[in-house]
Antibody
Framework: QVQLQESGPGLVKPSQTLSLTCTVS??????????WSWIRQPAGKGLEWLGR???????HQNPSLKSRVTISLDTAKNQFSLKLRSVTAADTAVYYC????????????WGQGTLVTVSS | QSVLTQPPSASGTPGQRVAISCSGN????????VSWYQRLPGTAPKLLIY???QRPSGVPDRFSGSKSGTSASLAISGLQSDDEADYYC????????????FGGGTKLTVL
């Protein structure tokens, strides 16, 4: 079955760059059948979509974060990655990666999530 | 503040039917389909409904979705104690080069 697993540092200093990787098994991110998204949830708040990438490298980002977000993929390792620049305490959240089946399919598989805390 | 509007809380007793609303606008729900997610405490969200009213394999038919205009609704019938969770709606928004938007979430309490 399809599984996603987030990995990366759990603590990032303010003004630095948050970097996370999602490793996918049970599906190939290079086949172009799905998008691959990043979503986060700050404690006590709702879900926020950060952006997504397609097999061709095409990306979409949340307009409110666009200037700080970069999403890339490594088809050889079947991974996709998130970089969020210039972080502040407001970026402290549980970060999820998810398989994105498009506008009529939703997010059908999710990673377990990883907590990233921004603090000095 | 979330783009899609949901009530912050809902409640019901075992066996009852509850409905959770999700309101958007013409660039999101009015133009695209709605999906619904259940997030049990300490777990990742799970897809409950996609394409307004379709259930993924394994989701009980107690869960149903509907959409009308710029609003959508998730209904849960035969409420069970393990339905107590947070529920989120989502839709693609065609504005600003396209992006996903979520509702703020509804915490469902089974009394």
């Amino acid at each position: 079955q399809v599984q996603l697993q987030e990995s990366g540092p759990g603590l990032v200093k303010p003004s630095q760059t948050l970097s996370l990787t999602c490793t996918v098994s049970g599906d190939s991110i290079g086949t172009g059948t799905h998008y691959w998204s990043w979503i986060r949830q700050p404690a006590g708040k709702g879900l926020e979509w950060l952006g997504r990438i397609y097999a061709t490298g095409i990306t979409h980002q949340n307009p409110s974060l666009k200037s700080r977000v970069t999403i890339s993929l490594d088809t050889a390792k079947n991974q996709f990655s998130l970089k969020l620049r210039s972080v502040t305490a407001a970026d402290t959240a549980v970060y999820y990666c998810a398989r994105d089946s498009g506008w009529n399919g939703g997010f059908d598989h999710w990673g377990q999530g990883t907590l990233v805390t921004v603090s000095s | 503040q979330s783009v899609l509007t949901q009530p912050p809380s809902a409640s019901g007793t075992p066996g009852q039917r509850v409905a959770i609303s999700c309101s958007g606008n013409n660039s999101n729900i009015g133009s695209n389909t709605v999906s619904w997610y259940q997030r049990l405490p300490g777990t990742a969200p799970k897809l409950l409904i996609y394409n307004n009213n379709q259930r993924p394999s394994g989701v009980p038919d107690r869960f149903s979705g509907s959409k009308s205009g710029t609003s959508a609704s998730l209904a849960i019938s035969g409420l069970q104690s393990d339905d107590e969770a947070d529920y989120y709606c989502a839709a693609w928004d065609d504005s600003l080069n396209g992006h996903w938007v979520f509702g703020g979430g509804t915490k469902l309490t089974v009394l």
